[in-house]
């Protein structure tokens, strides 16, 4: 059944049901779109921020990060005041509330879903209120100079930290830790006595609603590991990197692109025979097709020319670490691309798990795969090789349906984590890079062999 059916079965189910009944109800999931959204709020005759609050579902209210610097429409936000981002953990809707009576979105719901259909990106704002209640995007029709795409791009990417850093929110930083006044805030917006009690942030479910303290990790309800400027960025990255990637894999010369950025990712087959060699082979075939595409970033780097012409564009696509939606377009073009996206969500590390991917299915002839059985799992007894923890990483991002991914995070640590800390075991180890890559180069030449051969 498609979500415009599950919406409309809805909304009739609603009218059929006595007068007030309807307002006990929570929201399903299946409605948890910007159209969802918006019939469900007028089924119900929901005029304020506060109801709608009251009627989303407990996944949507257990999951969420606080700004208290936001650069958004829904600013000013301050440590006392954040702005409030809820999120699916699988990336698919995201809701933005504000709890300062200042803000010139506080009577909106800003929400921003990823329609998988064709993996892209939607935005728009439900404005609530007695007399009115529309969808809009910002813009001339709410009395505002730019809408939404003024600072996410006409592709309404999305917007967010560089991990582990993600400037403005609660616990930003490394050690995941609340501030003393962050803390303090807390303590004092949960207290429903207190004189800072903040109504919004009071109806989002909480760990605990008392007790926080300075360095203390700001942690979510219902899960294992419950870091949620981390469970943020996996929600947004994996999603954004399988949206984008559709895209890539479909360019001209895309396997040759990929095989560019891959060996050119930093401390990839370092010290092993014949690297330096195809690297240096790549990068000169990879300028010939940037010249003759006349594309001009002149700070890119080998790989960001590689994500460039594989069709992304930096500000619409890769730019998705707060900052430089602010700057100029000839700031824009100036900038390294590297920092769009390799830092930013961990994107470079997931569009390497997705090439990975397609090379274990387009092309078994490789034995990645056997390569990778072969190779022990060496950071700890989760996984018997480096095959089943790739496997694990690739079903938890894009193959878990939003139940089944709920489930592993209530009773285990997502195998994302393994992707960032050394520690836990990086994708490509020492020795499974000392068996794959030998494979890796001949198919290498072979694509460069295909390019000249043009």
């Given amino acids: 059944m498609t979500r415009v059916a599950i919406i409309l079965g809805y909304v009739i189910g609603l009218l059929a049901l006595p007068n007030g009944s309807a307002l006990a109800q929570k929201m399903p999931l299946e409605l948890l779109t910007i159209s969802g959204v918006e019939a469900y709020a007028t089924s119900n005759d929901i005029t304020t921020i506060e109801e709608l609050l009251d009627h989303l579902p407990d996944t949507l209210l ?16 301050t440590v006392r005041k954040p702005r409030i981002v809820m999120f699916l953990p699988d990336g698919s809707f995201f809701m933005g509330i504000a709890t300062n009576e200042d803000s010139q979105g506080y009577n909106d719901a800003e929400m921003l879903e990823s329609r998988s259909v064709n993996q892209t990106w939607k935005l728009g704002a439900l404005r609530l209120g007695a007399d009115d209640r529309f969808i809009h995007t910002a813009g001339k029709r709410v009395g505002e100079e730019f809408g939404c795409v003024g600072c996410h791009g006409s592709n309404s990417r999305p917007i967010w930290g560089s991990y582990p850093t993600w400037p403005g929110a609660f616990a930003n930083g490394a050690g995941h830790d609340l501030t003393r006044d962050q803390a303090t805030a807390l303590n004092e917006a949960l207290d429903e006595s207190g004189v800072y009690s903040n109504v919004r942030l009071q109806k989002l479910n909480w760990l605990k609603r008392s007790g926080w303290s300075e360095g203390q990790g700001f942690n979510l309800p219902d899960r294992h590991r419950g870091l949620n400027n981390e469970g943020m960025n996996d929600a947004v990255g994996a999603r954004h990197a399988n949206n984008l990637w559709k895209r890539m894999i479909a360019a001209e010369h895309a396997e040759l692109l990929m095989m560019t950025v891959m060996f050119h990712r930093h401390g990839f087959g370092d010290g092993i025979t014949g690297v330096p060699e195809i690297k240096a082979d790549l990068a000169e075939t990879l300028d010939e097709i940037w010249e003759d595409r006349g594309l001009d970033f002149p700070n890119a780097t080998v790989s960001d020319k590689g994500l460039l012409l594989l069709g992304l564009t930096p500000y619409n696509d890769l730019y998705v670490a707060r900052g430089l939606h602010q700057l100029s377009d000839p700031e824009r073009e100036q900038s390294q691309i590297a920092g769009w996206n390799y830092i ?25 795969g056997r390569l990778m059985t072969e190779t022990d799992y060496e950071y700890s007894d989760a996984y018997t090789d480096m095959f089943a923890y790739f496997r694990d990483n690739v079903r938890f991002m894009w193959e878990l349906d939003l139940s089944d991914r709920l489930s592993h995070l209530r009773s285990e640590t997502a195998p994302t984590v393994g992707l960032r800390y050394k520690e836990y075991g990086g994708l490509f180890t020492d020795a499974l890079q000392a068996k794959i890559i030998p494979v890796l180069i001949p198919f290498a030449e072979a694509k460069i062999a295909e390019y000249e051969s043009e």
């Fill in 344 to 368: 930013a969500l961990y994107l470079g590390d997931f569009f390497i798990v997705r090439f990975t991917q397609h090379l274990l299915s387009e092309h078994p002839e490789l034995g990645i």
């Fill in 62 to 77: 257990n999951n969420y990060v606080l700004l208290e610097d936001s650069t958004s429409r829904q600013r000013p936000s």
